[in-house]
């Protein structure tokens, strides 16, 4: 077998679903563009968050990217800690949530990002009316509530 194919193997073997945190974006090909590139940034973000708190944390966690189909269609994924990308129109899971989950930041036909401060459900919906807005709308979720998400998908391990 080749080296590369092993290494593949080895490294999506290493991948157990109660260890991810996933983020979620469409399938659809404009979310494909634009929310994926911006659902990379947030997981960079996460991974900075995890490495600066690796010395207190219990077990491993992993940022994965993945579509909303895949999300919606696999159970055990759906029971983990997970923030989605990009707008209802986009995104089945962040359509799924948009009556689902408060607002917790809102700028009136611009941006929402969506999530239980109380933390009940580990779960956020970040998304704009366009690529631009999107963005927007993970930059808020990662200055004000990134902290507290993670201290919850941390301790729901």
């Not at 090909?29 to 973000?45: G, K, S, V």
């Not at 359509?95 to 607002?103: E, G, I, N, V």
Request: proline share 7%; with cysteine; charged share 20%.
């Amino acid at each position: 077998m080749p080296n590369s194919t092993k290494l593949m193997r080895d490294q999506s073997a290493a991948l157990e679903t109660d260890c991810m945190i996933p983020i979620v974006v469409g399938a659809h090909p404009r979310a494909e563009h634009t929310d994926r590139p911006i659902a990379y940034r947030l997981r960079e973000l996460m991974n900075l968050w995890l490495a600066n708190h690796a010395e207190h944390l219990p077990d491993p966690l992993t940022p994965i990217v993945v579509t909303d189909v895949w999300y919606l269609n696999d159970a055990a994924l759906r029971e983990r800690p997970s923030v989605s990308v990009g707008g209802p129109n986009v995104n089945a899971f962040t359509a799924y949530l948009a009556d689902k989950l408060p607002s917790a930041f809102t700028i009136d036909d611009v941006l929402t990002v969506q999530m239980d401060l109380a933390m009940s459900d580990v779960l956020a919906a970040c998304w704009g009316t366009g690529s631009p807005d999107t963005l927007r709308a993970v930059d808020a979720f990662c200055e004000r509530y990134l902290d507290q998400f993670m201290d919850a998908a941390v301790n729901e391990v």
